[in-house]
């Protein structure tokens, strides 16, 4: 289920905006395989520490933040990438403001 327009073109920097002191997201697509959810993150903002059941890949798209991984640091500028392994505890936090894409695969 497309939860944004299907087979156009998107500015995908422009689908969310940055909020003084929060993280916002959209979901941009769910389906029982998987989701692609996009975050913005003001500077300081984080997830505390948590673990998923499924692999997920963290696109930069803008900005700067730290990924820990079984407490081990990432330092992940705009066009890098990191894949967090199932189960494996991570946490993030916007060293500066940032934007990030999710791809979570549950198969």
């Known amino acids: 289920m497309a939860t944004t327009p299907s087979s156009q073109v998107l500015s995908v920097n422009g689908l969310i905006d ?3 002191g929060s993280i916002v997201s959209r979901v ?11 975050f913005a993150f003001d500077k300081g903002q984080e997830l ?7 692999d997920a890949l963290v696109e930069i798209l803008d900005g700067e933040a730290e990924i820990r991984i ?4 990432f330092i992940l500028n705009g ?9 494996d505890p ?10 990030m894409l999710l791809t979570m695969l549950k198969s």
């Open 48 to 54: 505390s520490e948590h673990s998923a059941p499924y």
């Open 28 to 38: 941009i697509l769910k389906s029982e395989a998987g989701n692609v959810t996009m």
């Open 18 to 20: 940055y909020q003084e």
């Open 90 to 99: 991570h946490a993030v936090l916007a060293v500066n403001k940032f934007k």
């Open 79 to 87: 066009g890098e990438a990191i894949i967090m392994p199932a189960n």
């Open 70 to 73: 079984s407490g081990k640091p």
